[in-house]
T-cell receptor, first 118, second 111 residues
């Protein structure tokens, strides 16, 4: 169990366009979903935390109007990169937190989406 | 001070040896501790979770937790070249889904 999918796995777009990335927990309901960005050879950077039915909480320095997060259900969260520019090119990874019976939640990661903005 | 500290490495060990990866954390309210493995160009994959003091073994992997010292480690026995990856330590704090990740330790297992 604990499978998280992401779609698309890879996207190339022109500067100025918007890109939507979907994150789904396939076999569990996620209490919370997280969005990360990772540049080559760098650490994971948390962008935002989202809970179903409420507004996402963005980390300092992350523009909420540029990175729109919608958490439509307990199994689906989407990240939309609006008006993408080449500096937004990165590896975007989502994770979903599964509630454990006798402990705190565990994060499971999706396979990631590689975004290239031309 | 970062919430979770790891030595960035690289840590190089010969094939068949024991690899020891270490992590310290700052929040004494931390309740859950995780080790993830991340291959280059891939997303992190959960290897182990540990919640109470002591050792937890799963195959070739052993996680060790010492809450008094705020220290968690991962031992990989009989290291294989396929274990070469970056290992991320993560800590869960309270019930509000607050997680902190270390920056990762790069492990190289040489044949």
């Amino acid at each position: 169990g604990a499978v998280v999918s992401q779609h698309p796995s890879r996207v190339i777009c022109k500067s100025g366009t918007s890109v939507k990335i979907e994150c789904r927990s396939l076999d569990f309901q996620a209490t919370t979903m997280f969005w990360y960005r990772q540049f080559p050879k760098k650490s994971l950077m948390l962008m935002a935390t989202s809970n179903e039915g409420s507004k996402a909480t963005y980390e300092q320095g992350v523009e909420k109007d540029k990175f729109l997060i919608n958490h439509a259900s307990l199994t689906l969260s989407t990240l939309t990169v609006t008006s993408a520019h080449p500096e937004d090119s990165s590896f975007y990874i989502c994770s979903a937190a599964r509630r454990e019976v006798y402990s705190t939640d565990t994060q499971y990661f999706g396979p990631g989406t590689r975004l290239t903005v031309l | 001070q970062k919430e979770v500290e790891q030595n960035s490495g690289p840590l190089s060990v010969p094939e068949g040896a024991i690899a020891s990866l270490n992590c310290t954390y700052s929040d004494r309210g931390s309740q859950s501790f995780f080790w993830y493995r991340q291959y280059s160009g891939k997303s992190p994959e959960l290897i182990m979770s540990i919640y109470s003091n002591g050792d937890k073994e799963d195959g070739r992997f052993t996680a060790q937790l010492n809450k008094a010292s705020q220290y968690v480690s991962l031992l990989i026995r009989d290291s294989q070249p396929s274990d070469s990856a970056t290992y991320l330590c993560a800590v869960g704090v309270d019930n509000f889904n607050k997680f902190y990740f270390g920056s990762g330790t790069k492990l190289n297992v040489k044949p």
